[in-house]
C-alpha cells in the first residue's frame, strides 16, 4: 500500500526494521549488528534496542538484545482475527486424518512465505515447519506456486535485486536447491503450466513437499496448500493418483470461503 510522504512515520518503520532484524539465523543481536542488517547507524539502532526493551518487546542482558514472549501478541491478534486461518483449519484437519503426512497453508510475504495455519502428524514435520515459520520462497513448494501466480512483470519485479543489475541471488540452503536464475525462472514457468509444485530436499534435507494454489471465487490466489510427505508418496503414478487430487478437492471446497 502506497501513503503520502506526510503520512509516513519513519521512526515507526526503523522500529519494525529493528524487530524484523530477528530471526532463527540470529536471536541475538547487539547494536552494531542490528544497525547492519536494519540499515541505520549503531546510534539509532541503540535508540530502538532500548526502546523496544523499555517496552517489553526485546530482553537485554545489557550487550546484546533478543526478542521477548510479547512479540507473541502479534501473532496471537492475527490469528485469532484474521479470517484465512479460520477459514482453512477445518478443512487442514480434514486432510490429516487420511494419514500421517502433515498440512499447511501459506502466504507470501516479500523474499518468505509464512505459515498460517497448518495440521498433521509430527512424525514427518520438518525442523521449522511451525506455525508462523517463515520459509525462503524460492526454495518451498508453496513459493513457487506462489511466485507462479504473480503477472510476469510482478514476477520479474521479485528477481530483481534492489540496487543491483541482472537477477537476485537465490540462497543455497541445500545440495538440492535451484539456484541458477534461468532454471528457476524456467521451473516457475513449469509450475504455471502444470499448477502444482513438487520441490524435494530443497529446503532442508529429508523434506519432500507438494503444493497447490488457493484461489479465491474471483480466480485470484490468496494463499498456497502443501502436504509434506515421504519420497515415495511423490513418485508420478501416486502423486497423479493420489495426493494431488486430494489437495485439488480440497482447493475447490476452500474456493467459495475464500
Same mark, same amino acid.
Given at each position: 500500500?502506497?501513503? %503520502?510522504?506526510?503520512?509516513?512515520?519513519?521512526?515507526?518503520? !526503523?522500529?519494525?526494521?529493528?524487530?524484523?532484524?530477528?530471526?532463527?539465523? =540470529?536471536?541475538?543481536?547487539?547494536?552494531?549488528?542490528?544497525?547492519?542488517?536494519?540499515?541505520?547507524? *549503531?546510534? %539509532?539502532? *541503540?535508540?530502538?534496542?532500548?526502546?523496544?526493551?523499555?517496552?517489553?518487546?526485546?530482553?537485554?542482558?545489557?550487550?546484546?538484545?533478543?526478542?521477548?514472549?510479547?512479540?507473541?501478541?502479534?501473532?496471537?491478534?492475527?490469528?485469532?482475527?484474521?479470517?484465512?486461518?479460520?477459514?482453512?483449519?477445518?478443512? &487442514?484437519?480434514?486432510?490429516?486424518?487420511?494419514?500421517?503426512?502433515?498440512?499447511?497453508?501459506?502466504?507470501?510475504?516479500?523474499?518468505?512465505?509464512?505459515?498460517?495455519?497448518?495440521?498433521?502428524?509430527?512424525?514427518?514435520?520438518?525442523? +521449522?515447519?511451525?506455525?508462523?515459520?517463515?520459509?525462503?520462497?524460492?526454495?518451498?513448494?508453496?513459493?513457487?506456486?506462489?511466485?507462479? %501466480? !504473480?503477472? !510476469?512483470?510482478?514476477?520479474?519485479?521479485?528477481?530483481?535485486?534492489?540496487?543491483?543489475? +541482472?537477477?537476485?541471488?537465490?540462497? *543455497?540452503?541445500?545440495?538440492?536447491?535451484?539456484?541458477?536464475? !534461468? =532454471?528457476?525462472?524456467?521451473?516457475?514457468?513449469?509450475? =504455471?503450466?502444470?499448477?502444482?509444485?513438487?520441490?524435494?530436499?530443497?529446503?532442508?534435507?529429508?523434506?519432500?513437499?507438494?503444493?497447490?494454489?488457493?484461489?479465491?471465487?474471483?480466480? *485470484?490466489?490468496?494463499?498456497?496448500?502443501?502436504?509434506?510427505?515421504?519420497?515415495?508418496?511423490?513418485?508420478?503414478?501416486?502423486?497423479?493418483?493420489?495426493?494431488?487430487?486430494?489437495?485439488?478437492?480440497?482447493?475447490?471446497?476452500?474456493?467459495? &470461503? &475464500?
Amino acid at each position: 500500500m502506497a501513503i %503520502a510522504k506526510t503520512d509516513f512515520i519513519e521512526g515507526m518503520a !526503523k522500529g519494525m526494521a529493528i524487530l524484523e532484524s530477528f530471526d532463527t539465523e =540470529r536471536q541475538r543481536l547487539n547494536a552494531t549488528l542490528a544497525a547492519q542488517r536494519a540499515g541505520m547507524t *549503531r546510534a %539509532a539502532a *541503540r535508540r530502538h534496542l532500548l526502546t523496544l526493551a523499555h517496552l517489553g518487546y526485546l530482553e537485554t542482558d545489557a550487550g546484546y538484545f533478543w526478542l521477548s514472549a510479547k512479540v507473541l501478541r502479534f501473532s496471537g491478534s492475527y490469528l485469532a482475527s484474521a479470517r484465512l486461518p479460520r477459514v482453512v483449519q477445518p478443512t &487442514l484437519s480434514r486432510l490429516a486424518m487420511h494419514g500421517t503426512e502433515s498440512f499447511s497453508v501459506v502466504v507470501l510475504d516479500g523474499e518468505q512465505v509464512v505459515i498460517v495455519a497448518r495440521s498433521g502428524s509430527t512424525r514427518v514435520l520438518a525442523y +521449522g515447519l511451525h506455525l508462523g515459520a517463515r520459509l525462503p520462497a524460492h526454495a518451498t513448494s508453496t513459493g513457487r506456486v506462489l511466485l507462479a %501466480a !504473480k503477472r !510476469k512483470s510482478d514476477f520479474n519485479a521479485w528477481m530483481k535485486e534492489e540496487g543491483r543489475p +541482472g537477477d537476485r541471488e537465490l540462497p *543455497r540452503l541445500t545440495s538440492h536447491t535451484v539456484v541458477d536464475p !534461468k =532454471r528457476f525462472r524456467a521451473m516457475i514457468e513449469q509450475v =504455471r503450466a502444470d499448477d502444482y509444485c513438487v520441490a524435494s530436499e530443497e529446503h532442508e534435507l529429508g523434506v519432500h513437499a507438494l503444493a497447490v494454489p488457493l484461489r479465491n471465487v474471483q480466480g *485470484r490466489t490468496v494463499a498456497a496448500l502443501n502436504v509434506v510427505t515421504s519420497p515415495q508418496r511423490l513418485q508420478a503414478d501416486v502423486l497423479q493418483r493420489d495426493l494431488l487430487p486430494l489437495l485439488l478437492d480440497a482447493a475447490r471446497e476452500l474456493r467459495p &470461503l &475464500l
